[in-house]
Structures are given as C-alpha cells and as structure tokens.
C-alpha cells in the first residue's frame, strides 16, 4: 500500500466548477501536511497547509480527519489557472522532516 | 519564501558520463537539504536527505555510489550521477531546509536529465 495515495484522475471541469480531492495516508506518524501544487515541467509549489481544525484560503478549503487518516482540498469557482497536477504531501518529522508524496492528481479546467 | 536554485536547468549527456547537479539556497542557511526524483507522470521520490557536513541518508533502493551527494556548506550541496545511463534520464529537484525540515522545505526549480 502507497504511504500517500490521492484520487487517480484527471479531473476535466468548466470553469466556474466546485473540484474535489481527497487523500489518505498510511502513516500514524505523520505529523503535518499539505498540498501542493505543480505546473507540467516544474518544481512544486506549496499551495497550503492543512490544519486540524480546517483551514481556508479563498477559494482553496483544505480538510485534515486525523481519525481516519484522510486529507481533502475542495476548489470553488475553479479557473482556468488553476490547471495543474495536486500534489497531497505528508512530513514525518521523526524521519529527519521527510516528505512523502502522493502520486498527484491533475486537474484540466476548461473554458 | 526563501529561494533555492538549482544549476544547470537542463542536461543533455552520453550514457556512461558524470552529471553533476548544484542546489544552492540563496538568503538562508539550509541544514538540511533533499534531493529527490520524478519520473514522467509519477510523483517526487525522495533519494536522499542531506545534512551539512555529514554523510548524506540515502533512502532504499538509492544506491549511493551512483549518486554521490556533498552537503559542505550550509548554502550550497551537490548530486552527482556517476556513470549516467538512460534509464537515470529524469527531473532532479532538491529542496532546502533550515531546521531539518520542520518547517516547509523550499524546492529549487528542478533539473532535467537526458542521458542519451
């Protein structure tokens, strides 16, 4: 079983769509998380964390359920920018800080 | 943020060279610093955490004579693929961190590598 594993995708939606991802870890351990986001042929970028009690940041929602081990991000009115792999990451601070990646899943938003 | 980058952006090379690959943080000092691996349409794999002036904790299956990393200073470490083969061809993206990746860890742009 993947540590991280994300929803398969692609996601093909018009623009002005409400998109979900959602993510499961497997790793007790891990102690905070993120998602980031990254553009074909780029470096990723962090997109936000993810805190316990929820978190937003405009249009972006970020969902954490430690119990079930179950991490979401939820985009509203989704633009054409917002095209890009998502990348649901995981740090297990008692392994030195290392990150563990999902897979990602891409998301194609269209006009 | 805090800026790393990486150099070159892209290399082109015959199978059974050396490549080596710079990350570098530019406003901070990076105590530790990743070096990871990405295939096309897979995501980042981390191969190797890498603390200043120590050796580098390679993760399994990374074979550490074939990528040798240096951590000398606290700006500054290097990848190097020894002996490159095509089946190395990948995007290498390090990132940096001031206090063992506790707090968020800061990516360079990423090299691509084409062993031919």
């Known amino acids: 079983r993947k540590e991280v594993e994300q929803d398969p995708g692609p996601f093909n939606v018009p623009e002005g769509a409400t998109v979900a991802f959602n993510c499961t870890y497997s790793n007790s351990a891990s102690q905070s998380f993120f998602w980031y986001r990254q553009d074909c042929r780029k470096e990723p970028k962090l997109l936000m964390s993810?805190?316990?009690s929820g978190n937003e940041d405009g249009r972006f929602t970020a969902q954490l359920n430690r119990a079930s081990q179950y991490i979401s991000l939820l985009i509203r009115d989704s633009k054409l920018s917002d095209s890009a792999t998502y990348l649901c990451v995981v740090n297990l601070y008692n392994q030195g800080g290392k990150l563990i990646f999902g897979q990602g899943t891409e998301l194609s938003v269209k006009p | 943020g805090a800026v790393v980058s990486q150099h070159p952006s892209r290399v082109i090379c015959k199978s059974g060279t050396s490549v080596k690959i710079e990350c570098r943080s530019l406003?901070?000092?990076?105590?530790?610093m990743f070096w990871y691996r990405q295939f096309p349409k897979q995501s980042l794999m981390l191969m190797a955490t890498?603390?200043?002036?120590?050796?580098?904790?390679?993760e399994q299956g990374v074979e550490k004579d074939k990528f040798l990393i240096n951590h000398a200073s606290l700006t500054l470490s290097t990848l190097t693929v020894t002996s490159a083969h095509p089946e190395d061809s990948s995007f290498y993206i390090c990132?940096?961190?001031?206090?063992?990746?506790?707090?968020?860890?800061?990516f360079g742009p990423g090299t691509r590598l084409t062993v031919l």
């Open positions: 406003d901070f000092q990076a105590t530790t």
């Open positions: 993810v805190y316990s």
């Open positions: 990132s940096a961190s001031n206090l063992a990746g506790v707090h968020e860890q800061f």
């Open positions: 890498s603390n200043e002036g120590s050796k580098a904790t390679y």
